[in-house]
């Protein structure tokens, strides 16, 4: 007679990732993974549905039983592109001493494996566990804007969830962590990311009497010089924000002075929303009309970039909650040490959630490495662990 299994098994959620690491999910193309996790999570006796949020384009919601679930595991199941430079079969789980590599297995396939592992031995206290899998995570994040925005495509109770948990790895680490990885660094916070567009319209001129004209592009440098020293705001926990030139378009036609120049600005919001930082960098290019610092008839318009999604804002997690401090202390049961707190400089499927429904978030994940490269590695011994913190969140809660 077989053996009865009643507790995680850190040997089938390798398995399950090796699966799943042979399916191959760059974005756009996640079909195939999908199709996979939902037989996984069938034969597991997940009860699931597949939202198809854009054609062969799928969310995948499931739970054990009827019961509305009190905590979420969520993540996403696409992966970049492969790219040049792998040593081994980027779509064969390789296993090297600790090191299985493999596209994806880090970003986010082993988080994949590992809440689904933990998440199918239900405990007194989690009888049932929600888990939710979206697409197009690496790119604009329509699968979580489909979930946020489709709420009653999705058999799930939100009023109910008092915990999400993003599977996720802390690929963004704080200096100060470096030599901590793994289930220890919790994510508790994000700051938020968007595009501003600034187009600059000058006067054309001949190109023998450029004095004639207003030189868009060095109108344009004269922007971009002020916005390396223009005021940055701060937030206590996420830090200073950063606003930076990401690129400069512009040319004359012909023997003529440039008339038009736009200049793409990335910035990395903590303390304030997208904007509050366009009408920042509005003020500043006003004042340099006032005091001369540009020259007089030129016209700027500052845009936030359309997109298809939002761009995403800042979120942070609060440390007070029950649910949280519950799970916090069960990474401490399992790890024998405190969990170690980041506040990310980065943006995920982390933002939508947290900030669209509410939920405590807590991004826990597997150590490993090459996130976005070339011999992406998940570490063997720390996706065994991430499955023991899971389960023993889900005791807790």
Known sequence: ??????????????????????????????????LRLSTELRDRQFEVTMVE??????????????????TLFFGHMDTVPRYDGWRTEPFELTVKGDRLYGLGAWDMKAGLAAMI???????????????LIMGD???????????????GRYPIVTTNIGLAISGEPPIYRRADADGIDGPELVTVGRSGRGVITIDIMGRSAH????????????????????????????????GTESIYTRGVEGIAKGFSVPDTARIEIEVVNTASDLEDVRRRLDSMICNMRKDGRLTEGLRAGVEIKPRETPYMQPYVTDLGNTTVQRALGAVTEVLGRPANLIYA?????????????????????????????????????????????????????
């Open 53 to 70: 949020f854009e054609k062969h384009r799928f969310n995948l919601y499931a739970q054990l039983k009827n019961e509305p679930p009190r």
């Open 117 to 131: 592992e933990a998440a199918s031995f239900p405990t007194r206290h989690s009888p049932s566990i929600g888990i």
């Open 1 to 34: 007679m077989a053996a009865i299994i009643r507790r995680p098994s850190a040997q089938r959620a390798e398995e399950l990732l090796r699966d799943l690491v042979s399916c191959p999910s760059a974005f756009p193309n996640e079909e195939s993974v999908a």
């Open 137 to 151: 995570e690496e790119n604009i994040s329509k699968g979580a804007w489909h979930f946020v925005n489709n709420e």
């Open 207 to 238: 190109g023998s009497r450029p004095e004639d004209g207003i030189n868009a592009l060095e109108e344009g440098a004269k922007i971009i010089t002020a916005i390396t020293t223009m005021g940055k705001k701060s937030h206590e926990l996420l």
């Open 345 to 397: 400089r980065s943006i995920a499927d982390d933002n939508v959630i947290a900030n669209s429904s509410g939920w405590p978030v807590l991004r826990v994940g597997p150590a490993g490495g090459g996130a976005h490269a070339p011999n992406e590695w998940v570490s063997r011994s720390s996706l065994e662990e991430t499955i023991e913190v899971y389960y023993a969140i889900m005791r807790k809660q």
